[in-house]
């Protein structure tokens, strides 16, 4: 009998028909929607958790915090009941209402601060003090782990080894760099492309990080290509994918296939796949859909 585990990962892939304009390049959104959770965060949450009792630096009555803008934190709620682990999770307080409420859903304690920066002092603080372990995304192998372990195999796979281009937005960067790592490895011709927001932009999902803070599972050299784009930009085509395409995701996938776009106004041909980080319906709060 299957469990919930069992259907994190093997997502669907589709192609997108009607946004591309190049007919000469086949344009793929791998729809991370469809995980338990609902969004791409999953895969390293469950990742973490299970890696981190494997080893055992999760001993039972010890709590779990992290701070998340959203989505990992969905996922470490849900999947932290399943281990039957309590769990704080550390938002800005910007969050959108959908979010904390689902996280409250699964029986998490969600503390608010005024931004992301603020929350991981704000866990990494609480950690110290003991009675916490903090899994720290931003540190953690097994977030890349997962995605190198499952994203890429899947991509490669559903593509029958014929994808040239890999767009992913930047958070954490375990998407990117998991998938990099793997696709790189298939075929090191395969061009990864990340996606940043511009000064002053505010994008969910994707960032551009202060030195002091960049993750440290982050390696320069595994993406080949960063493009940056604007707040408006990142909207109106997530608004774009519901209207065209009947794809109701977050804004962090429209900035992945707004950069994927970019990129397939330079191409004569090729396979480009760019991630469908989450489901819209978490932002219906927000401006996200309005006019």
């Avoid at 202060?210 to 290509?225: A, G, H, N, T, W």
């Avoid at 996938?253 to 819209?280: N, P, T, W, Y």
Wanted: hydrophobic fraction near 35%; charge should be negative; include cysteine.
């Amino acid at each position: 009998m299957a469990t919930l585990l069992d259907f994190v990962g093997n997502t669907p892939l589709i192609e997108l028909q009607h946004i591309n304009p190049n007919p000469a390049v086949k344009l793929y959104g791998k729809m991370e929607g469809h995980n338990p959770g609902g969004s791409v965060k999953d895969r390293p949450a469950y990742s973490m958790i299970k890696g981190a009792i494997d080893r055992g630096d999760l001993k039972p009555g010890i709590k779990l915090i992290e701070a998340t803008s959203g989505n990992t934190g969905i996922a470490l709620a849900m999947i932290a009941r399943l281990y039957n682990v309590d769990i704080e999770l550390v938002l800005p307080q910007n969050s959108t209402r959908e979010r904390i409420l689902t996280m409250q859903a699964f029986g998490a304690k969600v503390i608010l601060m005024e931004t992301m920066e603020s929350a991981r002092d704000y866990a990494e603080e609480q950690a110290s003090k003991g009675g916490y372990f903090l899994l720290n995304q931003f540190a953690n192998p097994d977030n890349y782990l997962a995605h190198y372990r499952t994203t890429g195999p899947e991509i490669w796979e559903n593509t029958q080894s014929k994808i040239t281009h890999f767009v992913s937005a930047m958070g954490t960067t375990g998407t990117i760099m998991g998938t990099s790592r793997y696709l790189k490895e298939q075929n090191p011709s395969i061009q990864i492309i990340g996606c940043q927001p511009l000064e002053g932009s505010q994008i969910p999902g994707i960032r551009k990080w202060p030195q002091e803070y960049l993750p440290k599972i982050f390696e320069p050299s595994r993406v080949d290509r960063i493009i940056e784009m604007s707040q408006d930009d990142a909207t109106q085509m997530t608004r774009r994918l519901a209207r065209e395409e009947g794809v109701f995701a977050g804004m962090s996938s429209g900035g992945s296939v707004f950069a994927a776009l970019e990129v397939i106004k330079e191409l004569k041909e090729g396979v480009v796949v760019c991630i469908i980080c989450d489901r819209g319906d978490r932002y219906l709060s927000s401006d996200l859909f309005g006019s």
